[in-house]
């Protein structure tokens, strides 16, 4: 496709439950960005792939959460065990090369845990 | 750990007048910073961006600033309009890695 796509746009879910987001970045693009948006929030990053480096999951708020890059494209990140303070607007973006040049941004996903 | 500081969180100017945010960031080798614009429901979008080879930026509007020395950063709008009205944010890429690290944003209203 011609920009990075996010599925679902919207997911409610219940409390307690695991849910996958996933993330088809633009074709080519080495780096993909996982970050997190609360409500009037900013930017959360949350964990970084690049290349077939190892990811950088420094900034993954707790071992429920986790992700994978399969083949160097589609990211999935899957949150277990879902919490009320989970709820945000998850971005996924993917740049060229690193953090070195323009990343851009999917629509998102709206998550919200009930 | 690295971070980026972004001031002010809000700020509301009258259409025409200069609206100017300033960055921060820690890491002494970061050297590409971009700006991006955020409308309601959308994801982030570059407007501008510097690395840290040159001093200025500038496209139509929007200008850029950038002093090594003090690690800090700017972004200049001039003439502003209503549509100008969105949440901005500042980046660094840092670390040996150059992940992208984001600035907590601000609220740009602009007046008609």
């Known amino acids: 496709g011609a920009g990075v796509s996010q599925s679902p746009s919207n997911k409610v879910t219940e409390k307690g439950k695991d849910v996958e987001l996933r993330c088809d970045p633009i074709s080519g693009h080495t780096a993909l960005y996982w970050y997190r948006q609360s409500l009037g929030q900013g930017l959360e990053f949350l964990i970084y792939f690049q290349g077939n480096s190892a990811p950088d999951k420094s900034g993954l708020p707790s071992d429920r959460f986790s992700a994978e890059r399969t083949g160097g494209s589609v990211s999935t990140l899957t949150i277990q065990r879902t919490q009320q303070e989970d709820s945000a607007v998850y971005l996924c973006a993917s740049s060229l090369y690193r953090g070195l040049t323009e990343a851009f941004f999917g629509q998102g996903t709206r998550l919200t845990v009930v | ?112």
């Open chain 2, 1 to 112: 750990g690295e971070n980026v500081e972004q001031h002010p969180s809000t700020l509301s100017v009258q259409e025409g007048d200069s609206a100017v945010i300033k960055c921060t960031y820690s890491d002494s080798a970061s050297n590409y910073f971009p700006w991006y614009k955020q409308e309601l429901g959308k994801g982030p979008q570059l407007i501008i961006d510097i690395r840290s080879n040159v001093g200025e930026k500038k496209d139509q509007r929007i200008a850029v600033t950038l002093n090594k020395t003090a690690k800090h950063f700017s972004l200049h709008i001039t003439e502003t309009q209503p549509e100008d009205s969105a949440v901005y944010f500042c980046a660094a890429s840092i670390d040996s890695s150059y992940k992208l690290i984001f600035g907590s944003g601000t609220r740009l209203l602009v007046r008609p």
